[in-house]
């Protein structure tokens, strides 16, 4: 076990410095050059040819393009993140500020579907071929198609501009008033949560009916075991390994998923940040945002694949 | 694969031939929702290349005495702000939508499934670099990939088509590498090898073909999400031009008079859905249809 942990590590680093070699050649493709931005950006124009290549000197941009890389990531480990041209103040602050709304909705969104989505595969997997199963099924595939910004504005058509009971948009912190942030954080963490809920629910079902048709549970059933000991010792234990790997792939959904529903909720995130920093050209954002999300799944994905190690002994050993 | 063996001796244990083509076929039209996706998407292709003689009107005319009509008889959905046709921008918005999506995939498919036979078939470092560069395009999510090749790249729908593209190899690259560890195993590859078949011969003559079923079900997969992720980026304002009928855009527009013209952004969205719910289906009864493993449960 250990030496499975071990080696999964050394490839979450091993894949940590890819995605970082990749960010940043990526950023050094953009058209323009930094120091002209930053001259632009400082009204610095009418600097001299020679005090510009000072401030070359003094920014490393005269330096080999590996030796720019490692200045960047040292940079990063001394939480230096640049400054960003479009907000006009530190990355790492902006990020700071946007990165907990993100994460509290995301966390809410991703317990809800985790919860809701296992629930409802199981239960329509047990129950197959009933009208129960027919209606989960038919749900779960309409969730994998609703285009979640769609789904966003018919929800604030009908809710709030229709029936009031919920606020349009935006965003409050749950420390400041608990009361509105929920009211307001419903029908984002819905929009969310509903592509995460429905594949859940088709995966865990799928996998599930794979289980049931095995030896082992006929035996279980042949030794007059109830449903509710099969079901929930023998299918359940193996039938959601694989959900559990869906689930740290939806990390990275939810990350994706943010970026639109926080621009229909008017909803100040990192989703929003990035698009903003797109659309504005604010490459030192977007270049410190890509990163750390990708940060995240990267973490996030370690977590499941140790969990995935432990719950299952077969994985340790190829 | 079908047994094509001759056993001399022992012909009781001989299972009766099966047309695989019709087995496929049964399985494949025994399910109304998949026949009903089947021909939500034939319907789509013709109306994307008829599109001119579909349309009651010229989706990019503008006529502002006519803007923001309410459904009526000359306008079934109404009229935009700037007065042009809705039904006929979301006829004009399948051709944007498919063109994107077909395209996108077609590079997305070949990249990733030529890095993937590369590193199932020499495995070693080979595989390693390849399936650790997947790891790392898995970890961004794909809308923000997308959204920061577009920026990379600047506007423009063939950048949309790039981004989404680059945004979609890696799920075709894992699927690949694991088909070809996989068939790699058979016992025909070990009699091509031992003929002295070149690697070129071996990966694409006799493992490919091999290969196909799964890929063909993520491929009809992948339209859904691809369809998908290009409505989000156009209604991101990202990429596709606001002039262009694009369904996602379409939804944006008509978010700001929701309250009053709620058919402006139902209507594209409603398309976005039946084109994205056909082409899963279709690839859920391609799916029961060619996975062996599903064979005689269905």
């Known amino acids: 076990m250990i030496a499975y942990i071990v080696r999964r590590l050394i490839q979450g680093v091993f894949v940590l410095i890819i995605v970082s070699v990749l960010v940043f050649i990526v950023m050094r493709l953009l058209p323009g050059d930094p120091l002209m931005l930053y ?134 912190s749950p420390f400041e008033d608990f009361w509105l942030s929920t009211r307001q954080a419903v029908m984002p963490v819905i929009c969310l949560s509903v592509f995460s809920i429905a594949s859940t629910a088709r995966q865990a079902r799928s996998s599930i009916l794979e289980v049931v048709r095995q030896d082992y549970i006929r035996t279980a059933w042949a030794k007059g075991l109830r449903e509710r000991v099969i079901v929930m010792r023998h299918v359940l234990k193996n039938g959601l390994i694989p959900v559990i790997t869906l689930r740290g792939m939806h990390v990275s959904l939810i990350f994706g998923g943010a970026v639109v529903i926080e621009t229909v909720f008017n909803i100040p995130g990192m989703g929003r940040l990035m698009v ?39 994985v340790r050993y190829d | 694969m079908l047994e094509k063996r001759t056993l001399p001796t022992d012909f009781t244990e001989m299972l009766p031939r099966v047309s695989e083509f019709r087995r496929f076929r049964r399985v494949f039209f025994s399910r109304r929702l998949v026949v009903f996706g089947l021909i939500v998407i034939l319907a789509l292709i013709v109306t994307a290349i008829f599109a001119p003689f579909i349309a009651p009107y010229n989706p990019y005319k ?49 990249i990733g499934m030529t890095m993937g036979l590369l590193a199932g078939y020499f495995g070693g470092i080979t595989n390693m670099v390849i399936m650790r560069f997947t790891d790392a395009l898995m970890s961004f999510p794909m809308i923000l990939l997308a959204m920061v090749v577009a920026a990379v790249l ?28 996989s068939v790699k195993e058979n016992d025909y590859i070990t009699a091509g090898r031992a003929i002295g078949a070149s690697n070129l011969r071996m990966m694409l003559g006799h493992i490919l073909p091999n290969c196909f079923p799964p890929l063909i079900v993520l491929l009809t997969l992948m339209m859904g999400t691809v369809i998908l992720a290009e409505a989000s980026l156009s209604f991101l304002g990202i990429g596709i031009t606001p002039l262009t009928a694009a369904w996602g855009s379409m939804v944006n527009d008509g978010y700001k008079y929701l309250l009053t013209h709620l058919m402006l952004s139902f209507a594209p969205g409603l398309a976005i859905m039946l084109v994205v719910f056909a082409f899963n289906m279709v690839g859920d009864g391609l799916r029961d249809a060619l996975d062996p493993r599903l064979r005689g449960t269905l």
């Not at chain 1, 198609?145 to 029936?163: C, D, Q, V």
């Not at chain 2, 790039?162 to 690949?176: D, F, K, N, S």
């Open chain 1, 39 to 172: 001259i632009a950006e400082h009204q610095l124009t009418l600097l001299p040819p020679e005090d510009i290549e000072a401030l070359r000197v003094q920014f490393g941009l005269d330096k080999s393009l590996p030796l720019q890389y490692v200045d960047w990531v040292a940079g990063i480990f001394r939480g230096d993140l640049g400054t960003s041209i479009f907000f006009r103040e530190k990355v790492a602050d902006l990020i700071a500020r946007r990165l907990p709304v993100t994460a509290y909705l995301g966390s809410l969104a991703f317990i809800l579907s985790t919860i809701v989505g296992i629930l409802a595969g199981v239960i329509s997997a047990v129950r197959r071929g009933r009208p129960l199963d027919t209606g989960v099924t038919t749900a779960a595939n309409l969730g994998i198609t609703l285009p979640s910004f769609w789904l966003g504005i018919l929800m604030i058509y009908l809710f709030a501009l229709r029936l009031h009971w919920l606020p349009v948009y935006g965003y409050t």
């Open chain 2, 154 to 181: 600047g506007g423009g729908l063939k950048n949309v088509i790039i981004a989404l593209g680059v945004g979609m190899i890696a799920p075709y690259c894992r699927l690949m590498c694991g088909q070809v560890l």
């Open chain 2, 62 to 110: 503008m006529d502002l005495s006519r803007k923001l009509l309410q459904p009526c008889r000359e306008h079934i959905l109404g009229t935009d702000s700037l007065g042009r046709d809705t039904l006929s921008r979301v006829i004009y918005g399948t051709r944007t939508s498919l063109m994107v999506s077909v395209i996108a995939i077609g590079i997305a498919g070949s």
């Open chain 1, 276 to 314: 903003e920093a797109v659309l504005g050209r604010d490459y030192q954002v977007v270049q410190a945002g890509i990163l750390l999300i990708a940060l995240v799944v990267v973490l996030a994905n370690l977590i499941v694949d140790i969990s995935y190690g432990w719950l299952d002994p077969r």
